[in-house]
């Protein structure tokens, strides 16, 4: 806690490559796949090859859990379960089903007349039931955020999106701004709070002119823009900014909870309409897309549809001198074959050529540390997993970083810390137990 | 299907970009060395020549001397990368490597700590102790614990150095016919003075060598590149500037030199405020304040045991040159410290994540005992000043 300054940098955007283009709907692939996975927990299948299955439909869910189910995008026939790649770099199970273009809708979905009377349970109930998890990235279902037993103030909706490149979140509530409000307050009613704050990035005015627009209807909503800085979408720094709490391991014991602006917009529908999680939005950008552009796709589209709606890679790109990045730049995974599908986590596909130089060593000139918005020291923690000191490893709380990358992207000489402080909290966890 | 290239998060890397990375912040402390070496051309060869007290070839000697350190020390690692790697010995696989190991830096400082009229089979072997014994052996760049160039000095310093004297020694060819300047640099004066026990002055320490403005501007004796505060502090603001070095670093130390100096000047009997800064102004200590405590590898890491290790040397660069039986503290106290900059490391990583508790606590405590314990025995053994206690402690009839 001493000599504390740096809460994060400025990075480079890059967000004006998809923000040229409005959100664009893409509903109906002809095939999709759902993964059967969640937060890396295996879903069991509900329905058989040459079942018909409508939008809407339980398809697969998690036997322990009745959360954790995931519903068909699409109407049409079930052809195979078939192997895919998922956005956590591994291959999973998948439910093909091909589009029959009808867009049956289950019988489940309708209109809910009684929106305005609906209890805390019910509205608890509805997140369960539709497979609702936090869009952000985590995958986290939402529901449990709302069980807890501590008194909740203020609901934050987050649309920070700090990591660079990724506009998903800005592009979906430019589309649907009062949609963005109703869910606010539905998820405000949920949790029993007094308000709801929504936080977005200060330079993004659209937004806030949008929001400005309908505030009128929505007076317990408040705006909260938050500095650009990286990672300003950080629970605990949004926490921090808006409420001056803070917190050791949930936003709950601090009277909050924080839910992605996206999951916002489509709990409005799941409460309204009974429309389960189905479809989310998903950036295709980076330089090595001609045309970068964001989606609201089913999930389990294959993004390599995606990528030829926007026109495919640019000329000349040479894949092995690429990295093709599920996720945000910052966080996110490498993945070797271009062959993956839309899940619920996955918010941004980034293609992105990248140069290599000779690295030379680590100098010590303490960049990492001076970023780190935990406060950690990432040279020792690299050195003590080195060296599998454990105990050390403890003394400098390895596991309190929370892999927001900073201390690799500042390196000067190209050392991978980050990836040496993943390994030393593996090992940290390894030998505490 | 493509296949693509895989990678860690995250993607996107300063240091990929022009500019960002550690080869530029070798080319600034170069840079920031320029006013330095300029400085010291001039003052030890340009303004010798205008004298008339040398001819042009001895002219070029310094700046041939300064740029001799960094291509010796170039040309040194070039062979060791040769000897030791058998399979890679083509000249671009040796310039590659050279390019990362950025062997000219050590070595103009070390040509820098020299004297003038060192001769150049000396500064060839303090190169190769600096390069290969301080640098290659630990594993290279990144990898030394004591600061090379500082290395090849010291023992150069202990070993050669008269060899040095033999040459030509300290004094320039304009200086060496000043009487005043006894053939010593002010450091040594004071060393004299400081081992025959007479009472120090402003007229036996500055005024042989005009005022403390000159020794600001640098036109005093002394090594090449450390007698100008000027030029050093120029290359400092560049530094800080460009976010290469933090300016704390060098402010702690100097000020540390500073203070207690002063006190030591204050019990002496002369509180003014010439001997402290008589004191930061002779010898190595801005120089050192600027381009060698704030050496990444072999200095600590983040911002607190920085500031714990500039007031570390502070005291014992004071405890060195006081007590000691060297002229100069800068180079030992900081040798001794290059060790100390490992633990200092660790300790301070615990404390900046769990503050003052267990188990940094008892380090941190430890430290500053240390701190203490030096710091008031160099006031008191500086001064003397159990002379000073004894009548206190005769009443007290502790004895």
Same mark, same amino acid.
């Given at each position: 806690?001493?000599?504390?300054?740096?809460?994060?940098?400025?990075?480079?955007?890059?967000?004006?490559?998809?923000?040229?283009?409005?959100?664009?709907?893409?509903?109906?692939?002809?095939?999709?796949?759902?993964?059967?996975?969640?937060?890396?927990?295996?879903?069991?299948?509900?329905?058989?090859?040459?079942? *018909?299955?409508?939008?809407?439909?339980?398809?697969?869910?998690?036997?322990?859990?009745?959360?954790?189910?995931?519903?068909?995008?699409?109407?049409?026939?079930?052809?195979?379960?078939?192997?895919?790649?998922?956005?956590?770099?591994?291959?999973?199970?998948?439910?093909?089903?091909?589009?029959?273009?009808?867009?049956?809708?289950?019988?489940?979905?309708?209109?809910?007349?009684?929106?305005?009377?609906?209890?805390?349970?019910?509205?608890?109930?509805?997140?369960?039931?539709?497979?609702?998890?936090?869009?952000?990235?985590?995958?986290?279902?939402?529901?449990?955020?709302?069980?807890?037993?501590?008194?909740?103030?203020?609901?934050?909706?987050?649309?920070?999106?700090?990591?660079?490149?990724?506009?998903?979140?800005?592009?979906?509530?430019?589309?649907?701004?009062?949609?963005?409000?109703?869910?606010?307050?539905?998820?405000?009613?949920?949790?029993?709070?007094?308000?709801?704050?929504?936080?977005?990035?200060?330079?993004?005015?659209?937004?806030?002119?949008?929001?400005?627009?309908?505030?009128? @209807?929505?007076?317990?909503?408040?705006?909260?823009?938050?500095?650009?800085?990286?990672?300003?979408?950080?629970?605990?720094?949004?926490?921090?900014?808006?409420?001056?709490?803070?917190?050791?391991?949930?936003?709950?014991?601090?009277?909050?909870?924080?839910?992605?602006?996206?999951?916002?917009?489509?709990?409005?529908?799941?409460?309204?309409?009974?429309?389960? *999680?189905?479809?989310?939005?998903?950036?295709?950008?980076?330089?090595?897309?001609?045309?970068?552009?964001?989606?609201?796709?089913?999930?389990?589209?294959?993004?390599?549809?995606?990528?030829?709606?926007?026109?495919?890679?640019?000329?000349?790109?040479?894949?092995? @001198?690429?990295?093709?990045?599920?996720?945000?730049?910052?966080?996110?995974?490498?993945?070797?074959?271009?062959?993956?599908?839309?899940?619920?986590?996955?918010?941004?596909?980034?293609?992105?050529?990248?140069?290599?130089?000779?690295?030379?060593?680590?100098?010590?000139?303490?960049?990492?540390?001076?970023?780190?918005?935990?406060?950690?020291?990432?040279?020792?923690?690299?050195?003590?997993?080195?060296?599998?000191?454990?105990?050390?490893?403890?003394?400098?709380?390895?596991?309190?970083?929370?892999?927001?990358?900073?201390?690799?992207?500042?390196?000067?000489?190209?050392?991978?810390?980050?990836?040496?402080?993943?390994?030393?909290?593996?090992?940290?966890?390894?030998?505490?137990? | 299907?493509?296949?693509?290239?895989?990678?860690?998060?995250?993607?996107?890397?300063?240091?990929?970009?022009?500019?960002?990375?550690?080869?530029?912040?070798?080319?600034?402390?170069?840079?920031?060395?320029?006013?330095?070496?300029?400085?010291?051309?001039?003052?030890?060869?340009?303004?010798?020549?205008?004298?008339?007290?040398?001819?042009?070839?001895?002219?070029?000697?310094?700046?041939?001397?300064?740029?001799?350190?960094?291509?010796?020390?170039?040309?040194?690692?070039?062979?060791?990368?040769?000897?030791?790697?058998?399979?890679?010995?083509?000249?671009?696989?040796?310039?590659?490597?050279?390019?990362?190991?950025?062997?000219?830096?050590?070595?103009?400082?070390?040509?820098?700590?020299?004297?003038?009229?060192?001769? =150049?089979?000396?500064?060839?072997?303090?190169?190769?102790?600096? +390069?290969?014994?301080?640098?290659?052996?630990?594993?290279?760049?990144?990898?030394?614990?004591?600061?090379?160039?500082?290395?090849?000095?010291?023992?150069?310093?202990?070993?050669?150095?008269?060899?040095?004297?033999?040459?030509?020694?300290?004094?320039?060819?304009?200086?060496?016919?000043?009487?005043?300047?006894?053939?010593?640099? &002010?450091?040594?004066?004071?060393?004299?003075?400081?081992?025959?026990?007479?009472?120090?002055?402003?007229?036996?320490?500055?005024?042989?060598?005009?005022?403390?403005?000159?020794?600001?501007?640098?036109? =005093?004796?002394?090594?090449?590149?450390?007698?100008?505060?000027?030029? =050093?502090?120029?290359?400092?603001?560049?530094?800080?500037?460009?976010?290469?070095?933090?300016?704390?670093? &060098?402010?702690?130390?100097?000020?540390?030199?500073?203070?207690?100096?002063?006190?030591?000047?204050?019990?002496?009997?002369?509180?003014?405020?010439?001997?402290? +800064?008589?004191?930061?102004?002779?010898?190595?200590?801005?120089?050192?304040?600027?381009?060698?405590?704030?050496?990444?590898?072999?200095?600590? +890491?983040?911002?607190?045991?920085?500031?714990?290790?500039?007031?570390?040397?502070?005291?014992? +660069?004071?405890?060195?040159?006081?007590?000691?039986?060297?002229?100069?503290?800068?180079?030992?106290?900081?040798?001794?410290?290059?060790?100390?900059?490992?633990?200092?490391?660790?300790?301070?990583?615990?404390?900046?994540?769990?503050?003052?508790?267990?188990?940094?606590?008892?380090?941190?405590?430890?430290?500053?005992?240390?701190?203490?314990?030096?710091?008031?025995?160099?006031?008191?053994?500086?001064?003397?000043?159990?002379?000073?206690?004894?009548?206190?402690?005769?009443?007290?009839?502790?004895?």
């Amino acid at each position: 806690m001493i000599f504390h300054k740096a809460k994060g940098i400025q990075i480079d955007g890059k967000k004006e490559l998809c923000k040229k283009s409005p959100l664009v709907e893409y509903l109906n692939p002809d095939t999709v796949y759902i993964p059967l996975v969640r937060r890396s927990l295996k879903l069991e299948p509900q329905v058989k090859v040459g079942d *018909l299955v409508k939008i809407g439909q339980v398809v697969a869910k998690f036997k322990t859990y009745a959360s954790f189910i995931t519903h068909a995008s699409v109407s049409g026939e079930v052809k195979s379960i078939k192997k895919v790649w998922h956005s956590s770099g591994k291959m999973v199970d998948a439910i093909e089903i091909e589009n029959d273009h009808k867009n049956t809708l289950d019988e489940s979905i309708k209109e809910r007349k009684n929106v305005n009377e609906l209890t805390r349970e019910e509205l608890i109930d509805i997140m369960m039931d539709a497979g609702l998890t936090g869009l952000g990235g985590a995958g986290f279902p939402s529901y449990i955020k709302y069980q807890t037993k501590e008194k909740i103030d203020t609901v934050i909706i987050n649309a920070v999106e700090c990591e660079p490149y990724i506009t998903c979140d800005y592009q979906f509530i430019l589309k649907y701004p009062e949609k963005l409000l109703r869910g606010a307050t539905y998820m405000m009613r949920a949790a029993d709070a007094d308000e709801v704050v929504i936080a977005y990035k200060a330079y993004n005015k659209k937004i806030e002119e949008e929001l400005n627009q309908l505030s009128d @209807q929505y007076p317990h909503v408040k705006l909260s823009p938050v500095k650009d800085i990286y990672p300003a979408g950080w629970e605990k720094y949004i926490v921090e900014q808006v409420t001056g709490k803070s917190y050791k391991s949930l936003p709950a014991e601090a009277g909050v909870i924080v839910n992605n602006s996206a999951t916002a917009i489509v709990y409005a529908d799941a409460v309204e309409k009974n429309i389960p *999680l189905i479809s989310r939005p998903i950036s295709i950008t980076g330089e090595g897309i001609n045309d970068p552009k964001t989606f609201f796709a089913p999930i389990g589209t294959k993004v390599s549809e995606l990528i030829e709606q926007c026109g495919g890679y640019v000329d000349g790109l040479d894949p092995m @001198q690429a990295n093709y990045i599920a996720g945000g730049p910052m966080t996110g995974r490498a993945i070797f074959i271009d062959d993956l599908v839309l899940d619920d986590t996955l918010g941004a596909v980034i293609i992105k050529p990248f140069v290599t130089w000779d690295y030379p060593e680590c100098l010590g000139c303490g960049r990492c540390a001076d970023v780190c918005p935990v406060y950690l020291t990432p040279t020792e923690i690299k050195k003590a997993f080195e060296r599998k000191d454990v105990k050390l490893l403890g003394y400098l709380d390895a596991n309190k970083c929370m892999q927001c990358g900073l201390c690799s992207y500042v390196c000067p000489s190209h050392v991978e810390i980050s990836e040496a402080v993943g390994k030393g909290i593996d090992l940290l966890r390894k030998g505490a137990k | 299907m493509a296949r693509f290239a895989g990678g860690k998060a995250p993607f996107l890397r300063l240091s990929d970009e022009k500019g960002k990375n550690t080869n530029t912040i070798m080319r600034d402390f170069m840079i920031a060395l320029l006013p330095v070496v300029l400085f010291s051309w001039y003052k030890n060869g340009i303004q010798v020549y205008i004298d008339g007290n040398i001819n042009f070839f001895e002219m070029l000697y310094p700046l041939f001397l300064i740029l001799m350190g960094g291509f010796l020390s170039v040309v040194m690692e070039g062979i060791f990368f040769y000897i030791t790697d058998k399979k890679n010995r083509n000249l671009n696989d040796i310039l590659r490597k050279l390019s990362t190991s950025y062997a000219a830096i050590p070595g103009v400082i070390l040509a820098l700590l020299l004297p003038v009229y060192t001769p =150049i089979w000396v500064l060839m072997f303090a190169t190769f102790i600096a +390069t290969i014994v301080g640098k290659m052996l630990f594993g290279g760049f990144g990898h030394n614990i004591f600061n090379p160039a500082l290395l090849g000095y010291a023992i150069v310093g202990f070993t050669l150095s008269g060899f040095i004297t033999d040459a030509g020694g300290v004094l320039n060819g304009s200086e060496i016919l000043v009487d005043t300047y006894a053939g010593a640099t &002010p450091l040594g004066i004071f060393a004299q003075f400081r081992n025959t026990g007479e009472a120090f002055s402003f007229a036996a320490l500055v005024e042989p060598y005009g005022n403390l403005w000159d020794f600001f501007i640098g036109t =005093i004796p002394g090594a090449l590149g450390e007698t100008s505060a000027l030029a =050093i502090l120029i290359g400092g603001v560049w530094l800080v500037a460009r976010k290469i070095i933090k300016w704390y670093t &060098p402010v702690i130390y100097v000020g540390t030199v500073f203070v207690i100096s002063w006190i030591i000047g204050m019990i002496a009997g002369d509180a003014g405020l010439w001997f402290p +800064t008589y004191s930061i102004l002779s010898g190595g200590v801005m120089f050192a304040a600027v381009f060698m405590i704030t050496e990444p590898v072999t200095t600590p +890491t983040n911002s607190l045991g920085k500031i714990v290790f500039a007031l570390f040397l502070g005291v014992l +660069t004071v405890l060195f040159r006081f007590v000691g039986n060297l002229p100069e503290g800068v180079g030992t106290s900081l040798i001794l410290m290059n060790i100390f900059a490992i633990p200092i490391d660790t300790y301070s990583g615990i404390i900046r994540t769990k503050g003052f508790k267990k188990p940094g606590l008892s380090f941190i405590s430890v430290l500053a005992g240390i701190f203490l314990i030096i710091a008031a025995y160099t006031i008191i053994a500086s001064v003397n000043m159990y002379t000073a206690f004894l009548p206190i402690i005769n009443i007290w009839q502790v004895i």
